[in-house]
């Protein structure tokens, strides 16, 4: 079946550089989406980014990710870090529809910035 | 921004006796899903549901596990009786559509079964 492997579990990074995230996925479907949750303690879940076409960047909010299919991949970046991007950050994908149906998490990273 | 809302945020309960999760979707959303998240690990999808009948469910949506949204109220989980490996935080979602279609999630209910 389906799977995303987000390989950090935990980044720290001081206020100012770079961030980047991996995600990187296994499918069957030959269309498949990715997308950028994330999740504030005691909050819910929200999305933050959903993928585009093959090698088409995707923004919002100062974050940016590209669907790379022939690397299965779909990282997050962003090129300066603030305290309030510290939060757990989820890649998620959908197989075939590209919605809503059924969403395949990975562990998810806990990313803090620190000053 | 939408919000779908979960009551309870947290439920501890005997095993074996019966709970009930309810969520209160987005008001036009039509598509309803449950997600389960055991500590430590990636929410896993349990079931979707729309037009009053389950879609699809994962292999962990145990015969245990049923939902349902009567007259347009809460979309509820029941777990009948409940183990001790149910106690997880369960995520209620909803959306307007499937395809292509923006996901909203409740802050979830932690459950713990005792």
Avoid at chain 1, 31 to 50: D, G, M, Q
Avoid at chain 1, 61 to 74: R, V
Avoid at chain 2, 22 to 47: A, R, T
Wanted: net charge neutral; proline share 3%.
């Amino acid at each position: 079946g389906d799977s995303v492997t987000q390989t950090e579990g935990l980044v720290t990074l001081t206020e100012g550089l770079p961030v980047m995230l991996n995600c990187t996925y296994q499918t069957i479907y030959s269309n498949a989406f990715l997308f950028w949750y994330v999740h504030y303690l005691n909050e819910s879940p929200w999305l933050l980014l959903r993928s585009s076409t093959d090698n088409k960047r995707t923004e919002h909010q100062g974050f940016h990710a590209t669907l790379h299919k022939s690397s299965s991949s779909f990282h997050l970046q962003k090129s300066s870090a603030q305290l309030s991007d510290s939060a757990l950050y989820y890649c998620a994908l959908s197989g075939y529809t590209g919605g809503a149906d059924r969403l395949t998490f990975g562990k998810g990273t806990q990313l803090i910035i620190q000053p | 921004g939408p919000k779908v809302l979960q009551i309870p945020s947290h439920q501890i309960i005997d095993m074996g006796q019966m709970v009930t999760l309810n969520c209160d979707p987005v008001s036009n959303h039509l598509y309803f899903y449950w997600y389960k998240q055991i500590l430590g690990q990636q929410m896993e999808f349990l079931v979707n549901f729309y037009n009053g009948k389950v879609m699809e469910k994962s292999k962990l949506f145990k015969d245990q596990f049923s939902v349902e949204r009567p007259d347009g109220s809460y979309f509820t989980l029941k777990i009948q009786p409940t183990a001790l490996e149910d106690s997880a935080v369960y995520f209620c979602a909803s959306s307007a559509g499937q395809a292509n279609t923006e996901v909203f999630f409740g802050k979830g209910t932690r459950l713990t079964v005792v």
